[in-house]
């Protein structure tokens, strides 16, 4: 009594043959192979123009993070013969500046467990004492020249004497108790100088420990002694004076003193921790203030004013200088990293390097 359907009509495979072609032409229908290729191109070429627009924005602000911009995953595709040596050189740079900051960053590691920088006080502090301060002045006093004159003319130079200490701008003691160097003596050959124009001491000061060094400075003080036999005296009196000298006697018996002058080293000028050689520091006139303005190192005459000349270096920690360095190749790191990036995109480089073939230029100008 049903009615024949047209489907009924159709055998087995022309059943499977239509229902394929339907399932083909609804949406979401998988694509053939061709188009999945064409659609992971894209795909690909839309996440190379995000990568290369945030590799120029890093390069044009200057602060290429190595986490944001992997050089090494960048694949130029022509490189001149040149440029591919440059980048050759820039790249065993980068090699050599990446192992200097890992060994100098565990340099630091090391050193934080012994110590700690005080920025305020401007120098490092024991972590195992918390009160012992690592500051250490080594200064030697050379000669002092013109602090004669002719009214009161130095008859007998083992008067003469250098007090040393180290105090802030509050004038508050910031480091061992005053010491004082041995007596002056003169030069083997004078010519031609009656007021003591130039004494010579080769004393050597080490003062330590210094707990302050921002504000702080050397106070040098010149005495003469008065009310001692000023005659020459014996090898063995210059000695044993020395020795009283260096162990903080001021003086011995009766004797007075008279300031005949004094000069100040600002910590300042030696926070680089290296030595300082030949360093000339003008005597003032006892009763001068100490901050009157006046520069040491300008507008002095060592011909005709009275100087005192010395080499001095201190040092205050050890973690200054490793995290100074460490930020030095830091900033190279981060110009070798751009400049990198410039030459696998067929750019200039930024930054001036002394690659081979420059250098080899320069050499053949100069046989030229």
Known sequence: GGGIKDSDLLDDDEKRRRAARRQASRPGFLEGAADVEQKKEAERKRLADIAKRSSDLAVQRGAVD???????????????????????????????????????????????????????????????????????????????????TADRPIINPKTI????????????????????????????????????????????FSLAPIGKAVGAVLHLELIEERGKDEGPGSDD??????????????????????????????????????????????????GTLEDDGVDDDLDLDPTVEPHLKLNAQFQYSKLVPIKTRILELLTEQKKLHRDVTNLQLGERPDNKWEFPDQRNNDDDDDDD
Do not use: C, W
């Open 66 to 148: 190595p986490d944001l911009l992997d050089v090494a995953s960048l694949k130029p595709e022509k490189l001149t013969r040149l440029n591919q040596q440059r980048l050759e050189f820039l790249r065993r740079k980068l090699l050599t500046v990446d192992k200097d900051i890992a060994l100098l960053r565990n340099q630091y590691k090391v050193a934080n467990k012994h110590e700690v920088f005080r920025p305020k006080l401007g120098v490092s502090y024991s972590r195992k004492d918390p009160k012992l301060a690592l500051g250490l002045l080594t200064a030697t006093l050379d000669e002092a020249k013109n602090v004669g």
């Open 161 to 204: 004497r250098v007090i040393a200490h180290v105090r802030d701008d509050a004038k508050a003691t910031v480091g061992p108790p005053p010491q004082v160097s041995k007596p002056a003596r003169r030069p083997k050959y004078v010519v031609d100088e009656y007021f003591g124009e130039r004494l010579l001491f080769g004393h050597t």
């Open 237 to 286: 009196d210059d000695a044993a004076a020395g020795s009283a000298g260096s162990a903080g006697m001021i003086n011995e018996g009766p004797a007075t003193q008279r300031r005949k002058g004094f000069a100040e080293l600002p910590l300042r000028d030696l926070m680089d921790q290296k030595p300082h050689k030949d360093v000339i520091l003008r005597v003032k006139p006892p």
